[in-house]
């Protein structure tokens, strides 16, 4: 069974800091993803990585960064933490032929107070 | 901007019953529309897709149903069950890319 780790469930950060989610992934999937999931509006797409340090920006990447320095693990970096960047963070992960299904983690709750 | 628009964002209903869930897109690249089911405290999973060059698709109590000229596609649930009780969340995306992009959701609630 594919697995996808989530470092956190749950974390609260102060309004400023630089906080850092991570993702692990153990099915040597190429592609992994950041989401971050609002009531209606679903699953917004942050950051995507088909490789070893190449990354492309999703529909929201503003205020976030990404790093991938090995092929298993795809860290979320919050730059300087805002209230408005409280929300359900997801990290998925495929292969990178098409119809591959993406195969999420059980999210961390992150609360910016 | 959403490019998928998916409706309800809630429902009830009876076992037995057929709740269906409704997606829209405005991209006419997108060939490839998964669904996926979530339950609480988890991630969501891929329930089942279709591509455009059928009109429909069945997986057990699930079927796809597809309009390509509406620009349409849609979630029925055959006999459900109290266990069918997640969120549902439509997705498009190009078969030939990575991304993939997702409905608002719709949480679904079936009482015994």
């Known amino acids: 069974d594919v697995k996808v780790t989530q470092s956190s469930r749950y974390l609260v950060k102060r309004t400023g800091e630089k906080v850092f989610l991570e993702c692990v992934q153990d099915m040597d999937h190429e592609n992994m993803f950041w989401y971050r999931q609002d009531p209606g509006l679903g699953l917004r797409l942050i950051y995507f990585s088909y490789d070893v340090k190449m990354k492309e920006k999703g529909d929201i990447p503003e205020g976030y960064s990404v790093s991938r320095e090995k092929k298993e693990r795809f860290s979320l970096i919050l730059e300087s933490a805002s209230t408005n960047q409280t929300s359900m963070y997801l990290c998925?992960?495929?292969?990178?032929?098409?119809?591959?299904?993406?195969?999420f983690g059980d999210g961390t709750r992150l609360s910016i107070l | 901007q959403q490019q998928v628009k998916q409706s309800p964002q809630s429902l009830i209903v009876q076992k037995g019953g057929i709740p269906i869930i409704n997606c829209a897109y405005e991209n006419t690249a997108f060939d490839y529309f998964p669904w996926y089911q979530q339950f609480p405290g988890k991630g969501p999973a891929l329930l089942i897709a279709?591509?455009?060059?059928?009109s429909e698709k069945k997986e057990g109590r699930f079927t796809i149903s597809f309009n390509k000229s509406a620009k349409q596609f849609s979630l029925h649930i055959m006999d459900s069950q109290p266990g069918d009780s997640a969120t549902y969340f439509c997705?498009?995306?190009?078969?030939?890319?990575?991304?993939?992009?997702f409905g608002g959701g719709t949480r679904l609630m079936v009482k015994p």
């Open positions: 998925a992960s495929s292969l990178v032929q098409t119809n591959q299904p993406q195969h």
């Open positions: 279709i591509r455009p060059d059928v």
């Open positions: 997705a498009a995306g190009r078969l030939a890319g990575n991304m993939l992009t």
